[in-house]
């Protein structure tokens, strides 16, 4: 199993909702990570888990707030966003250590009205 | 901070062989990375390449890399048309023990029938 999956594929959301992109996978890996896609563009790095600890953030604004409840999940709990925050969010993960592999999820794309 | 460059658009025929170029900034970079993306979907990993090796061949794909001149490339023997899509290529910041990769502009490949 190669497989992260990523719920919802799609999301509609309003400037004043709540709402949660999940992520999950079965590969054992202890690194999980959250990216940001814009239209037309490389995806950004935005955080780094490393054994369910947050190692990186880069410099994202409040509004993301990634939770890893465990090893196999990674949340990214949304509030307040902007209509530019639409994006496609890719989930990815891998083992922790120099040249492994990364695999990513087909992303939640998320348009913000 | 890094930089990695590739060209925007490619186009061949079907049948030709197709190559994408790739230069990065950072010469500490470990691992380099090829990433495919078809429209709308997550990022697939096509394989990567080792700092110390010149070459590397995987079926249809070979890489090179030109550690000296920060020059990476994908050949793809024979494209297809299922080879259109967008191809990233990405390195490995060494900066913590995660994967956190940092992406290219992407090139836009498009196989002519």
């Known amino acids: 199993d190669t497989e992260v999956t990523q719920t919802p594929k799609h999301l509609v959301m309003g400037m004043t909702n709540k709402k949660s992109l999940k992520c999950e996978q079965h590969m054992g890996h202890r690194a999980m990570y959250w990216y940001k896609q814009k239209a037309k563009k490389p995806p950004e790095l935005m955080f780094v888990y490393s054994y369910e600890k947050l190692s990186i953030n880069e410099s994202v604004p409040s509004r993301f707030s990634p939770e890893c409840p465990n090893s196999s999940l990674l949340n990214l709990h949304l509030h307040a966003l902007q209509p530019e925050d639409s994006a496609l969010y890719l989930c990815?993960?891998?083992?922790?250590?120099?040249?492994?592999?990364?695999?990513f999820g087909q992303g939640t794309r998320l348009t913000v009205v | 901070g890094e930089d990695v460059e590739q060209s925007l658009f490619l186009s061949v025929r079907e049948g030709d062989s197709s190559v994408i170029n790739c230069t990065y900034t950072d010469s500490s970079s470990t691992y380099l990375y090829w990433y495919k993306q078809e429209p709308g979907a997550g990022l697939q990993l096509l394989t990567y390449?080792?700092?110390?090796?010149d070459m590397k061949q995987d079926q249809r794909l070979t890489v090179l890399l030109n550690k000296k001149d920060k020059h990476l490339s994908l050949r793809i023997a024979d494209t297809q048309t299922g080879d259109s899509a967008i191809y990233f290529c990405a390195d490995r910041t060494p900066q913590t023990g995660a994967n956190n990769l940092f992406f290219g502009t992407g090139t836009r490949l498009t196989v002519i029938p």
């Open positions: 990815a993960s891998s083992q922790v250590g120099a040249g492994t592999e990364a695999f």
């Open positions: 390449i080792f700092s110390n090796m």
